[in-house]
């Protein structure tokens, strides 16, 4: 099994700034892709960001030019780094991720369990 744990929620003021984690561990031969989702209350959950093994990015129109999404396959890390925060980016934020095991021939999806970020005055 994978476990993804996540860190860097909380609170800011609008304009403000907070950087997200995420690291998997377990045994893990390769991961392909990781990305950001959030859910705010009422509404379904969103893409954000995502990123593959390859760096290359994409990333939601609300957040263009706001979040940057990186990664270190080193570590098996997944990072958010989200500047210029405002109301409507209050939510909970799950990374995901795509595995491979090792002696696997497929990758398998995971999802962690969530952090609160609050975007308010």
């Known amino acids: 099994q994978v476990q993804l744990v996540e860190s860097g929620g909380g609170s800011v003021q609008p304009g403000g700034s907070l950087r997200l984690s995420c690291a998997a561990s377990?045994?893990?031969?390769?991961?392909?892709?990781m990305g950001w989702y959030r859910q705010a209350p009422g509404k379904e959950r969103e893409l954000v960001a995502d990123i593959t093994s390859s760096r290359s990015a994409n990333y939601a129109d609300s957040v263009k030019g706001r979040f940057t999404i990186s990664r270190d396959n080193a570590k098996n890390t997944v990072y958010l780094q989200m500047n210029s925060l405002k109301p409507d980016d209050t939510a909970v934020y799950y990374c995901t991720t795509e595995v491979k095991f090792y002696g696997g021939d497929h990758y398998y999806p995971f999802w962690g369990q969530g952090t609160q970020v609050t975007v308010s005055s």
């Open positions: 377990g045994s893990i031969f390769s991961i392909n892709y």
